[in-house]
């Protein structure tokens, strides 16, 4: 089975185009997996001979357009779409989307007929679901100004939001983009001395609004439903259930002792362990542990949550 890029190590030149096209991969995608697998575009329009449109002939591809389409503006959109499968260069972005992801290659021009007298043409390298960098260029990341070509009717269009889509595929980001990156990681930076002030009443009462925000729910009162527990939550969609211990100030040995008692629980997926000023050792210790169910928050972390929950307001209250 031929690799498609996302298999690959990744690119790791920018990648140019003079110009991007969308392509439905057969009625209800029943093209796309054997496209991306084998590298190719595959293309329908099995009432048009192949070989009028090598010729060039547009105006009988035009004729025998109206003739699954009487009105004249259809059938000019049909013929654009025919005449863009045959005549984009190796310069054209092709996109199409599946599994929940976008996916992208080149193509050589030369079209080929199917038995069927479908179109295709071969994909240069591979098809592929990631940026240069490797990440996946999944539909929940994307801009709905480009996921609106989803919606056209029919079967090629162009992408009107090609700097948008190269930026993406690059790993970058417009301008405007990286300018509110800034100020939000700016924002986090401000927030760590102001986080590593609170007392620890408050930096408890902080991490319950954090997970508060993401959806968790309190099973019960703090620090009254389980020992060595100060936040017992719960997620009222999938019923996972998580415990959290917040200290303001942590040695190593102290974080070590609740890996041993967490390790002991009964009823939790994960345990967050929570302070905004941990010593040397325990920092040390957190990076030479791998241990994806105990969970070390601390206040790199708690900044970032602050900031994304919507919690600064309070924060600053808090602090003034």
């Avoid at 967490?262 to 994960?270: Q, W």
């Avoid at 600064?312 to 808090?318: A, C, E, I, P, S």
Wanted: aromatic share 10%; with cysteine.
């Amino acid at each position: 089975m031929p690799e498609t890029l996302s298999s690959r190590k990744h690119i790791k030149a920018p990648v140019n185009a003079e110009r991007a096209l969308f392509i439905k991969l057969g009625e209800g995608g029943r093209w796309e997996s054997g496209c991306l697998r084998d590298g190719t575009l595959q293309f329908g329009y099995q009432e048009i001979p192949h070989e009028v449109c090598v010729s060039g002939d547009w105006l009988e591809v035009e004729r025998l357009a109206r003739g699954f389409s009487k009105d004249k503006g259809a059938a000019t959109r049909h013929v654009n779409q025919v005449r863009e499968f045959y005549e984009a260069n190796d310069r054209v972005l092709w996109i199409t989307f599946h599994s929940d992801r976008l996916w992208w290659c080149f193509s050589d021009p030369v079209v080929t007929r199917l038995t069927g007298n479908e179109k295709a043409r071969r994909v240069i390298g591979a098809w592929s679901d990631c940026d240069i960098n490797g990440e996946h260029l999944l539909k929940g990341k994307l801009s709905g100004r480009l996921l609106a070509v989803q919606k056209f009717q029919g079967t090629i269009c162009s992408v009107s939001e090609l700097d948008y889509l190269l930026h993406k595929i690059n790993g970058t980001v417009e301008l405007h983009v990286a300018a509110a990156q800034k100020a939000f990681e700016k924002l986090q930076e401000a927030l760590v001395p102001i986080i590593r002030n609170l007392h620890e009443n408050d930096l408890e009462i902080l991490t319950d609004l954090v997970f508060r925000q993401a959806g968790w729910q309190r099973v019960g009162v703090s620090g009254g439903t389980e020992k060595d527990i100060d936040l017992d939550l719960i997620s009222p969609v999938t019923g996972e259930r998580i415990a959290v211990q917040v200290k303001s100030k942590a040695k190593a040995a102290v974080w070590r002792a609740y890996r041993e008692k967490y390790a002991d629980m009964r009823g939790f997926s994960r345990f967050y362990f929570v302070t905004h000023s941990p010593d040397e050792d325990l920092r040390k210790a957190v990076e030479a542990a791998d241990d994806q169910d105990f969970v070390f928050w601390g206040v790199d972390q708690l900044a970032s949550q602050v900031v994304r929950g919507g919690l600064t307001g309070w924060l600053l209250d808090k602090a003034a």
